[in-house]
């Protein structure tokens, strides 16, 4: 299984501020996905991150809100622009091993918006 | 329309008990289907898999039933310990795995001493 690390663990930020959220691949991987977990609910995708082309967005999520950056094949930045409470959420990134297709999830970064 | 759901949503059971945990599924294209088990400030982390040329799948304590005529699947944990108190998800996907995961909204599993 990859070994997935984000930074930073958790933020509290104020609203209006926007949040930058690594993630690091210990293994090149082809697919990469960031998912928004709400407090107490289930995970939603927000769009699957590709190298060397445009993030895929779906339903509900845009790319003024949520710029997503996959400048190679073992790291992806999300963003979370002109933050309000709304977003307080955990922000998880994903990554499909090969040749089975497990996919894999990192620890998550814990965000609170004040 | 929610693709996958997840039944109960929460489940309280002894030590050394069987919890059972259901998901059905309305996309006939979803072929892969994993569990994820995540305790509280962590990541979800992937427990077991299945894919639909089987019909159970076994590790360990942890069991995948899964009936492709009613587009339902399940899992069993057997002789459940308190550690094994966690959310449990659901999710499906399509192209064996590779496309995005659809998850259900999830299960919390108290497993009392």
């Known amino acids: 299984s990859a070994v997935i690390s984000q930074k930073p663990s958790r933020d509290i930020c104020q609203r209006g501020t926007s949040l930058t959220i690594q993630c690091q691949v210990d293994?090149?991987?082809?697919?990469m996905f960031w998912y928004r977990q709400q407090p107490g609910q289930s995970l939603t995708l927000i769009a699957t991150a590709n190298q060397g082309s445009e993030a895929t967005y779906e339903s509900g999520f845009v790319i003024d809100k949520f710029p997503i950056s996959r400048p190679n094949l073992t790291f992806s930045t999300l963003t979370v622009s002109n933050m309000s409470p709304e977003d307080s959420s955990i922000y998880l990134c994903?990554?499909?091993?090969?040749?089975?297709?497990?996919?894999?999830f990192g620890p998550g970064t814990r965000l609170t918006v004040t | 329309q929610q693709q996958v759901k997840q039944s109960p949503q929460s489940l309280i059971v002894q030590k050394g008990g069987i919890s059972i945990i259901n998901c059905a599924y309305e996309n006939t294209a979803f072929d892969y289907f994993p569990w994820y088990q995540q305790f509280p400030g962590k990541g979800p982390a992937l427990l077991i898999a299945?894919?639909?040329?089987?019909s159970e799948k076994k590790e360990g304590r942890f069991t995948i039933s899964f009936n492709k005529s009613a587009k339902q699947f399940s899992l069993h944990i057997m002789d459940s310990q308190p550690g094994d108190s966690a959310t449990y998800f659901c999710?499906?996907?399509?192209?064996?795995?590779?496309?995005?995961?659809?998850f259900g909204k999830g299960m919390k599993l108290t497993v009392n001493p």
């Open positions: 299945i894919r639909p040329d089987v």
């Open positions: 999710a499906a996907s399509e192209r064996g795995g590779s496309e995005k995961l659809v």
């Open positions: 293994s090149q991987v082809t697919m």
């Open positions: 994903s990554v499909v091993g090969e040749p089975a297709y497990e996919q894999y």
